[in-house]
């Protein structure tokens, strides 16, 4: 959504270049002028070229023909009747291509849209049809109109390829899920009984056939591979790969130096160790399966599609070795000061085997998902494999929570166990025996699928754990202001504030993402595809495509709307301070009309902010149809005066009868006006303190403003000298007093004048001009007491209405 604007850019520019080059378009004299002599005008008319790129070179009749083959093909598959017994890839196959048909139709749809309003646009340029005009326009007329049609026939059938897709999508999944419902919950003859052993031996010919051409295949390609020249290009990848595995075993050490190097003291150093030995793990390991899988199969005409297929299913599984191996080395490790859990030397060093025989369950599970799904092998062997390597795998579950508590009993034999052992044994021993029990009772396919789930997700919680500690231990000991890549960037401008808040935010964000990654991971089923992981997690990123007057609340619209408040008020901020530092100086704007322009644009800015966020989540004027009507009657009961302040408070900003600095007596108060918000106006009072009055009574009761009566800052000062005085002494002393005070302006320039004349007195007032940004009220009072101590000096006698009396000397 966000992004359409800049697809319809690049084609409206490309069609104003064409416009200026192409003057047969828009210059019908020049058209005159071009003309072909009679005799060619004879000659068949031809098309004029296109303005723009074909839209049929991107889709084209033969792409949307193909997506409905496609999507009609899929439908058809989907109607076959899978029972229970049967595998799903056949679904999950018609899933993906599902999935691929609407990709591509949202893509097209993209791409194409911008056009239609581009054509729209020109046909808007050219007007109504005219029976003066040359027969170029009317050509290009028909030409655009042809082409706009078009164009709306391919979008109305992408719509409708792709709300097909989407429906065939959702109809798969439910059929997916039933599926694996009803197959893990489907019984088979108990392995205890006799039913389930005489069935095996009955169908044992076939399947013994099939394992022993699996094994026959297997060894062709063995032999094909270590013989001739070939053998050498094995050989080279078994030592290339012994070379990935070493270092694998032998990257701690320069690790650990270099972690020591660079990082702080603190948990951080074993948890970089831990990931960066663990991402090694999973590369070397991987890479040298592929590095010797690719070796045999390289022009070796005995590999078949049934050992690529088992080769695939292991290489999913081989990584996950490699992490494992490394979880085991770096948790368990020899030195307890790079063990990423404190645990005891004796909890360790019992636990060290435990991740050796877990990583060869993963290789089992990875042949017997080839076993599975492209065997071939009958369900009574399926499901003895399958039964086995829960049985076996099972007990595994009991080892970590008793070694807890045969180490807590040595550490303190009159404990009973470990803190966290009581609720692990327990959770641990329920599932073993649910898996154990599941499988002699002939529900097999519910205690493996238990088993390789709980397996996939102790790998995947135990990566996400190390990721998410370092993501928090870098903020906040790497990070922070007074770490030292906080530090850093601090000296190069960044806040300290932004700096420390950027530490908690950004780890707390990466955590909430792996939380996403986790419940995809659990979501997604137990087979631990990595397709299916990152499908849905794109799901949950985009969510469902919204309809009409829908709401689209997916994870990315989420992130967008918590987004653009912060970006927006940083925005906001940066353009504010370029108005008041680089703008407001060069204009004559006093300091009432720049708050007021600061205030208008930050609120409308805001509303933008806010309007963009709504567009984000799907909400327009037809489904807020509801909320005004609401907000109507709240208006019309309780919200009255909240209105009426917003509204007093634009009219206050717009004509400004009271600006900032203005001194005004309202409501029984006298001060200064502090701030004008949309709601309240801050006065600030003599005394230090802060009133705050709502703005509706500036509109609807009598507001004296002393500050319209004279400029900003001037204050006077009256005082009463007897007739019997020198008025003209007195005048000069009060000028130069004034001018000699600290806290006022040399211009203008201080002045003194005789205002009235009352009982046998001259009331002598003083003008002058208080610093900017001083306080004028204390200035004054500054001002009166030099003003008395000079008229003592001098002799003068003097009297302060009703505040000061000087007596003369």
């Not at 000061?337 to 060093?349: G, H, I, K, N, Q």
């Not at 071939?376 to 795998?393: E, K």
């Not at 803190?419 to 519910?446: E, Q, S």
């Not at 203005?662 to 108060?669: L, Q, R, S, W, Y």
Request: with cysteine.
């Amino acid at each position: 959504m966000t992004r359409l604007p800049f697809r319809v850019l690049f084609p409206v520019l490309y069609l104003v270049l064409a416009g200026f080059l192409h003057p047969t378009f828009f210059s019908p004299a020049a058209q005159a002028a071009d003309a072909p002599p009679p005799a060619a005008q004879a000659a068949p008319a031809q098309t004029p070229a296109p303005l723009i790129a074909d839209i049929t070179l991107f889709a084209s009749d033969a792409t949307l023909n193909a997506m409905g083959d496609e999507i009609r093909a899929i439908y058809q598959g989907s109607r076959k009747d899978y029972s229970t017994s049967q595998n799903t890839n056949a679904l999950t196959m018609l899933l993906r291509r599902a999935n691929a048909v609407a990709t591509k139709a949202d893509t097209l749809l993209t791409q194409i849209k911008p056009y239609e309003s581009v054509y729209q646009n020109f046909v808007d340029i050219l007007g109504k049809p005219d029976p003066a005009e040359p027969d170029s326009i009317t050509q290009q007329r028909k030409m655009l109109t042809a082409r706009q049609q078009d164009i709306s026939g391919r979008i109305t059938r992408l719509r409708l390829y792709q709300l097909e897709a989407q429906q065939l999508v959702q109809e798969l999944r439910q059929h997916g899920t039933a599926i694996q419902q009803a197959t893990m919950t489907q019984r088979f003859p108990t392995p205890l009984g006799i039913n389930f052993w005489s069935q095996l031996s009955s169908t044992s010919g076939q399947d013994k056939n099939r394992a022993a051409a699996l094994a026959s295949e297997t060894g062709a390609v063995l032999k094909e591979a270590f013989t001739g020249q070939h053998a050498l290009l094995t050989l080279g990848a078994l030592a290339l790969s012994g070379l990935l595995l070493a270092l694998h075993f032998f990257c701690h050490t320069p690790v650990r130096l270099l972690v020591a190097r660079f990082l702080p003291t603190g948990r951080i150093r074993p948890i970089t160790a831990a990931v960066i030995c663990s991402l090694i793990g999973v590369v070397a390991w991987g890479g040298a399966f592929q590095i010797i899988w690719n070796a045999i199969s390289f022009n070796n005409d005995a590999v078949a599609d049934d050992l690529s297929a088992l080769a695939d299913m292991v290489a999913a599984q081989v990584p996950l070795c490699g992490f494992v191996l490394e979880l085991g080395m770096s948790i368990l490790s020899r030195k307890p000061e790079w063990r990423v859990f404190s645990m005891p030397d004796t909890l360790a060093r019992n636990l060290r085997l435990f991740p050796f025989w877990f990583a060869s369950a993963l290789i089992v599970r990875g042949v017997l998902r080839y076993v599975d799904t492209r065997s071939g092998f009958g369900l009574l062997p399926i499901q003895l494999l399958d039964g086995l390597y829960t049985l076996a795998v099972s007990p595994l579950l009991f080892a970590i929570p008793r070694q807890l508590r045969l180490s807590a009993q040595e550490d303190d034999p009159s404990a009973n166990s470990a803190n966290i052992a009581p609720l692990l044994r327990t959770l641990v021993t329920t599932i073993a025996l649910v898996c154990w029990g599941a499988v002699l009772t002939g529900y097999i396919p519910l205690g493996y699928t238990i088993i390789s789930w709980v397996s996939v997700m102790a790998i995947t919680m135990t990566g996400l754990l190390l990721v998410s500690l370092l993501a928090t231990a870098l903020g906040s000991s790497v990070f922070p202001s007074s770490a030292p890549v906080g530090a850093h960037l601090v000296r190069l401008g960044l806040p300290a504030r932004l700096v420390d808040q950027a530490s908690v935010v950004v780890p707390g964000l990466i955590n909430v993402f792996l939380l996403i990654i986790a419940f995809s991971v659990a979501t997604a089923g137990a087979d631990f595809d990595p397709t299916q992981v990152s499908r849905r997690i794109l799901s949950i990123f985009k969510g469902q495509a919204p309809t009409d007057g829908s709401f689209n609340l997916s994870m990315d619209a989420v992130l967008l709307c918590a987004g653009l408040p912060i970006l927006g008020h940083y925005a906001i901020r940066i353009v504010k301070n370029w108005f008041r530092l680089r703008f407001f100086p060069t204009t004559r704007l006093d300091i009432g009309a720049q708050a007021s322009i600061l205030n208008i644009l930050s609120y409308s800015a805001w509303i933008i902010i806010g309007l963009c966020m709504a567009s984000a989540l799907g909400v327009t004027v037809k489904s807020m149809t509801w909320v005004v009507s609401a907000l109507s009657v709240g208006i019309g009961f309780g919200l009255q005066s909240i209105v009426q302040n917003f509204v007093s408070g634009i009219i206050l900003m717009a004509e400004r009868p009271v600006s900032i600095g203005d001194v005004v007596d309202i409501a029984g108060a006298h001060g200064e006006v502090a701030r004008i918000s949309v709601r309240s106006t801050n006065i600030k009072l003599a005394d230090g303190s802060t009133m705050i009055v709502p703005n509706s009574q500036f509109i609807t009761s009598a507001v004296r403003n002393a500050t319209r009566a004279e400029k900003p800052g001037v204050f006077t000062i009256p005082l009463q000298v007897p007739f019997t005085s020198d008025l003209h002494k007195a005048m000069n002393v009060m000028t130069s007093t004034l001018a000699e005070c600290e806290n006022v302006e040399a211009q203008p320039v201080p002045t003194a004048s005789i205002t009235s004349v009352t009982d046998g007195s001259a009331i002598l007032t003083g003008t002058a001009r208080a610093r900017v940004g001083m306080d004028t009220a204390a200035v004054r009072s500054q001002a009166l007491f030099a003003l008395w101590q000079a008229f003592q000096d001098h002799q003068i006698p003097v009297t302060v209405s009703a505040t000061v009396v000087a007596s003369p000397s």
